[in-house]
T-cell receptor, first 113, second 114 residues
């Protein structure tokens, strides 16, 4: 069946360094790729997303890139801060409708001060 | 605050029991999704409703069922509970218009089965 592979499972960086998380999806009909940040004890929060007609999208220190041919997309966080420490999930979704939502297994990011 | 509310926040019950989790989507959102997140695990998609109708099913056990009511709130019913059902259950909503896949998550219900 369809799945989304996410790597690495754990990532530890020094404050100020960059962090990159990668996801690969199998469902070629997926056309919407969001990233969620989950802090301890809270629900996932949408932080950035990209649709398959765009190759890259930036929002301040966060960027997402998409390679539709290779079926992979990545989250880039620059100038990391301790408050970036959380679990990050990628997902691959079919629009319209949001059907067949498949999440990656998550990456636990630690930013050391 | 995502605008999605879930009740209760915590639920402790015994094996074999039945519980109901409730979700109110963001105002105007038509889709509701249910997810299960076990300890240190990812988000497992359970089921999706759109405007009262079931739209997609994931790895939902037969002991679990859900529905979406005319006012768009949704309930997830878990029966014959087992220890392994202990988890965080999240509800998300989306699709004010246009079938957008953007999902907004509630704070979750933590279910503990003893």
């Amino acid at each position: 069946g369809e799945n989304v592979e996410q790597h690495p499972s754990t990532l530890s960086v020094q404050e100020g360094d960059s962090a990159v998380i990668k996801c690969t999806y199998s469902d070629s009909a997926s056309n919407y790729f969001p990233w969620y940040k989950q802090e301890l004890g809270k629900g996932p929060q949408l932080i950035i997303d990209i649709r398959s007609n765009v190759g890259e999208k930036k929002d301040q220190r966060i960027a997402v890139t998409l390679n539709k041919t290779a079926k992979h997309f990545s989250l880039h966080i620059t100038e990391t801060q301790p408050e970036d420490s959380a679990v990050y999930f990628c997902a691959a979704i079919r629009e319209p409708g949001g059907f067949k939502t498949i999440f990656g297994a998550g990456t636990r990011l630690f930013v050391k001060a | 605050d995502s605008g999605v509310t879930q009740t209760p926040k915590h639920l402790i019950t015994a094996t074999g029991q039945r519980v109901t989790l409730r979700c109110s989507p963001r105002s105007g959102d038509l889709s509701v999704y249910w997810y299960q997140q076990s300890l240190d695990q990812g988000l497992q998609f359970l089921i999706q409703y759109y405007n009262g109708e079931e739209r997609a099913k994931g790895n939902i056990l037969e002991r679990f069922s859900a529905q979406q009511f005319p006012d768009l709130h949704s309930e997830l019913n878990l029966s014959s509970l087992e220890l392994g059902d202990s988890a965080l259950y999240f509800c998300a909503s989306s699709a004010k218009t246009g079938g957008s896949g953007e999902q907004y998550f509630g704070p979750g219900t933590r279910l503990t089965v003893t």
